[in-house]
């Protein structure tokens, strides 16, 4: 009797030991997603549009917490993309000229939609209120005269001969036969809308706030050049009041950036998160960690 004593004892405490290391597993994974909710995630970098500041395989850490994390209200997702809903907690501050973020790339295909797994990172040039141009291939910002992104990548855009830069690259939005053609080199000035904002709706706002009226207003814009008249669903369209704050996110490597320049402004709602620092550095290629940039500090 007392074997079986012992036996039972010996199976209750491995059970109690199973019970107990599958609850700290379920609490850990459980933990691990609530971390990468609110508090931050990790996005490996797949390109050199961010050079020198970020390479390719720098894994890079994006606070949520600064900006406040976003809610998802459907979890219904699609490759093809969905409309995004989702609420964003407060955060404890703001997005500033000169961060470098991640987002959700918003326009697909000419038209804003959200893909959860289509992300980018670059670096805020301008803010809800600003005006962005670029001159001779350096930004400018009318509420910041400071340097905006990597100014070296600025000069050597500046000095390129424009037979060196492909169409491709060289153009930039809008892509209108109407309007002036802008370029990478030569762009803008273009308004960064608010939330709030009231602007008149002229054929010219209507092609470069083209994305973003088609997603407001639920609905496809027609321009009549001839009679200087926009319209949505067919009815006349004069006045819009901006829904959203929007941004505009450029790469340090201006000469091979797939950015603002080319598909337009960030919503408010698409960005994930404020990158601070990097968690570790893997070359795609070699597999080979470089320490150096072990938790380096992205400015």
Same mark, same amino acid.
């Given at each position: 009797?007392?074997?079986? !004593?012992?036996?039972?004892?010996?199976?209750?405490?491995?059970?109690?030991?199973?019970?107990?290391? !599958?609850?700290?597993?379920?609490?850990?994974?459980?933990?691990?997603?609530?971390?990468?909710?609110?508090?931050?995630?990790? #996005? %490996? &970098?797949?390109?050199?549009?961010?050079?020198?500041?970020?390479?390719?395989?720098? $894994?890079? +850490?994006?606070?949520?917490?600064? =900006?406040?994390?976003?809610?998802?209200?459907?979890?219904? =997702?699609? $490759?093809?993309? &969905? @409309?995004?809903?989702?609420?964003?907690?407060?955060?404890?501050?703001?997005?500033?000229?000169?961060? &470098?973020?991640? =987002?959700n790339k918003p326009v697909i295909?000419?038209?804003?939609?959200?893909?959860?797994?289509? %992300?980018?990172?670059?670096?805020?040039?301008?803010?809800? /209120?600003? *005006?962005?141009?670029?001159?001779?291939?350096?930004?400018?910002?009318?509420?910041?005269?400071?340097?905006? /992104?990597?100014?070296?990548?600025?000069?050597?855009?500046?000095?390129?001969?424009?037979?060196?830069? *492909?169409?491709?690259?060289?153009?930039?939005?809008?892509?209108?036969?109407?309007?002036?053609?802008?370029?990478?080199?030569?762009?803008?000035?273009?308004? +960064?809308?608010?939330?709030?904002?009231?602007?008149? +709706?002229?054929?010219? @706002?209507?092609?470069?706030?083209?994305?973003?009226? @088609?997603? @407001?207003?639920?609905?496809?814009?027609?321009?009549?050049?001839?009679?200087?008249?926009? =319209?949505? $669903?067919?009815?006349?369209? !004069?006045?819009?009041? #901006?829904?959203?704050?929007?941004?505009?996110?450029?790469?340090?490597?201006? %000469?091979?950036?797939?950015?603002?320049?080319?598909?337009?402004?960030?919503?408010?709602?698409? +960005?994930?998160?404020?990158?601070?620092?990097?968690?570790? !550095?893997?070359?795609?290629?070699?597999g080979k960690y470089d320490w150096?940039?072990?938790?380096?500090?992205?400015?």
């Amino acid at each position: 009797m007392k074997n079986i !004593s012992c036996n039972q004892k010996q199976v209750l405490n491995i059970i109690k030991l199973v019970l107990i290391c !599958s609850l700290l597993m379920i609490l850990l994974w459980v933990g691990k997603w609530l971390v990468r909710i609110f508090w931050f995630d990790t #996005f %490996v &970098v797949p390109s050199n549009s961010m050079m020198p500041t970020l390479q390719p395989g720098d $894994k890079i +850490i994006a606070d949520k917490l600064c =900006f406040g994390a976003r809610i998802y209200r459907n979890f219904h =997702f699609d $490759k093809q993309g &969905v @409309e995004l809903q989702c609420f964003r907690m407060k955060g404890m501050g703001d997005l500033r000229r000169n961060d &470098v973020f991640v =987002f959700n790339k918003p326009v697909i295909n000419h038209h804003i939609t959200f893909v959860i797994n289509y %992300v980018y990172c670059k670096r805020c040039i301008g803010l809800p /209120g600003d *005006s962005v141009s670029i001159r001779n291939g350096y930004y400018r910002n009318n509420n910041d005269r400071g340097v905006l /992104g990597c100014r070296e990548n600025q000069t050597v855009l500046r000095e390129m001969p424009d037979t060196l830069i *492909s169409p491709e690259v060289m153009c930039a939005m809008p892509y209108d036969e109407h309007l002036p053609k802008w370029t990478i080199k030569n762009f803008g000035p273009l308004y +960064i809308p608010r939330k709030g904002d009231v602007i008149t +709706i002229t054929p010219k @706002e209507a092609v470069l706030y083209l994305t973003i009226l @088609e997603w @407001e207003l639920k609905g496809k814009i027609t321009i009549d050049w001839e009679k200087n008249k926009v =319209f949505v $669903k067919h009815k006349l369209l !004069s006045r819009h009041t #901006f829904l959203h704050d929007y941004y505009f996110a450029g790469g340090d490597n201006v %000469v091979d950036s797939h950015d603002s320049r080319y598909w337009g402004l960030v919503p408010d709602i698409y +960005i994930i998160g404020i990158v601070k620092r990097i968690e570790y !550095s893997k070359a795609r290629v070699t597999g080979k960690y470089d320490w150096r940039r072990f938790l380096r500090c992205v400015k």
